[in-house]
């Protein structure tokens, strides 16, 4: 049995029933037994009206949605909010790019004496099955992100949550069931990491997506049968570029909900602000007197801005960060501290060593480091010196000045006047070296869940 407990105080929230490898092994065989009955599939028309009906059923309960993604997952009550409405929205913007990524084309004959005589065009296909491994920090918007294009397109799915956040994943399944998706379409998984491994190994899967560490999903890609396609979604240390014009009271509120939204346990969280030496200890002293007002505590308060970190052991490990960055000569500017087992306060470091942990690796807690640059060239060379690249942003009023910094940063996003974890659900998504493989946001995922397929007609 798995039991689910609050990450504010430890509660018990739910137990569940653990699958085993030979339930892992029939999950597999009946997506494949589905995915080989062609007669079997879906017709497009139904599953829009299937997922139309989700929708419905989903906003019905978008404040239990909220809550349960609250208590399970430590996210603040308002933020929770908001991804349950990103939630009904991403089923929709499903619905609507089905008629895109479905579309084929005819491939002109005729050009050639060889092609002289023939007809062809081209049709999109489901993939196959599809085995969906998930994060704990948005519990439900990443399951839409990865079970809905699969529904959507017409592949079987098989989804494992995070061991910590499953609640909402299976609530969403039950309702897929209500809105008349058959038996077998998308299957829930609750297990151990190594019954998740057979699963993603198998070589009965066609299309494996990761959300999660980025030493767990390349060591998964390394193992995935021959022809099965994969997307990864891992981690940065997210750069910001503070221009020479930028006003810093204009810019510390999108700074600070950048830097300690759902208490940094963001893939693209603000880590690193890269500011003018005349500007930049300022600048950390305004974030720190931002981020000393910020309510940390139970994420099912309303009143609550910052709630706990995942689990306490992360806690541990942000606080053993902070502090090596402190006895390496940072400045603490504010937090540093265990508010409790489970909650760091809010830190902004000022000047941390190029080489500490919080300079070099994705911290995934509520700490945001600034650095003093003299270059702005030289700023966003330390700022690309990473092997992790995927959002990156940079404030500044002048065109010339963000042209150059946008096109100069390595990341598959700049954000101009807005912090790093900008995003909307039909944007693409991407990290680029170790960050990630392959493009994410609901229409990019159900185009790389389709394969297509060309007929030509010989008419002599």
Request: hydrophobic share 45%; aromatic share 6%; glycine share 8%.
């Amino acid at each position: 049995m798995h039991e689910i407990t609050s990450p504010f105080d430890g509660s018990l929230i739910k137990t569940l029933p653990t699958n085993t490898l030979e339930d892992a092994e029939a999950m597999l065989d009946k997506a494949r037994s589905l995915f080989k009955d062609r007669d079997g599939w879906l017709p497009p028309h139904e599953r829009i009206a299937i997922l139309k009906r989700l929708a419905a059923l989903v906003e019905n309960e978008a404040d239990d949605f909220a809550m349960l993604i609250a208590r399970e997952g430590g996210k603040p009550l308002m933020d929770a909010k908001v991804e349950a409405a990103r939630a009904i929205d991403g089923i929709h913007l499903a619905i609507k790019e089905l008629p895109h990524v479905m579309r084929g084309e005819e491939i002109p004959m005729g050009l050639t004496p060889a092609t002289q005589g023939r007809m062809a065009s081209t049709v999109y296909e489901p993939v196959g099955v599809v085995v969906a491994l998930s994060a704990f920090n948005h519990p439900l918007n990443l399951i839409v992100h990865q079970v809905i294009p699969a529904v959507a397109v017409g592949c079987p799915v098989i989804v494992k949550p995070a061991s910590t956040t499953p609640l909402n994943c299976l609530r969403l399944c039950e309702l897929l069931t209500q809105a008349g998706l058959p038996d077998g379409w998308c299957q829930p998984i609750i297990c151990e990491n190594d019954v998740a491994e057979k699963l993603v190994t198998s070589h009965k899967i066609h299309f494996m997506t990761f959300i999660g560490s980025a030493r767990v999903g390349w060591m998964l890609r390394s193992k995935l049968a021959p022809g099965v396609r994969c997307a990864l979604e891992h981690g940065g240390v997210a750069p910001v570029i503070v221009g020479e014009d930028a006003d810093l009271d204009t810019i510390v509120p999108s700074l600070l909900k950048g830097g300690f939204y759902h208490a940094g346990q963001v893939c693209v969280s603000v880590q690193r602000i890269y500011a003018p030496s005349d500007k930049a200890e300022a600048l950390a002293e305004k974030l720190a007197e931002g981020a000393k007002a910020l309510v940390v505590g139970d994420a099912t308060l309303p009143e609550t801005d910052v709630g706990p970190l995942i689990l306490p052991r992360e806690v541990e490990r942000v606080h053993t960060w902070v502090s090596e960055a402190v006895s390496g000569g940072a400045e603490l500017k504010c937090g540093g501290n265990k508010l409790s087992d489970t909650t760091y306060a809010p830190t902004v470091i000022f000047n941390p060593p190029a080489d500490a942990k919080v300079s070099t690796n994705e911290i995934f807690g509520p700490v945001v480091c600034v650095y003093a640059y003299d270059d702005r060239l030289e700023a966003i060379e330390r700022a690309n010196s990473l092997d992790v690249a995927f959002q990156a942003a940079v404030y500044t009023r002048d065109l010339e000045t963000a042209l150059d910094t946008a096109e100069r940063l390595d990341a598959s996003a700049v954000m101009v006047n807005d912090h790093t974890a900008f995003r909307s659900d039909w944007m693409p998504f991407a990290g680029r070296r170790s960050s990630g493989y392959a493009v994410g946001g609901i229409g990019y995922t159900m185009h790389d869940m389709v394969q297509l397929k060309m007929t030509v007609f010989n008419r002599s």
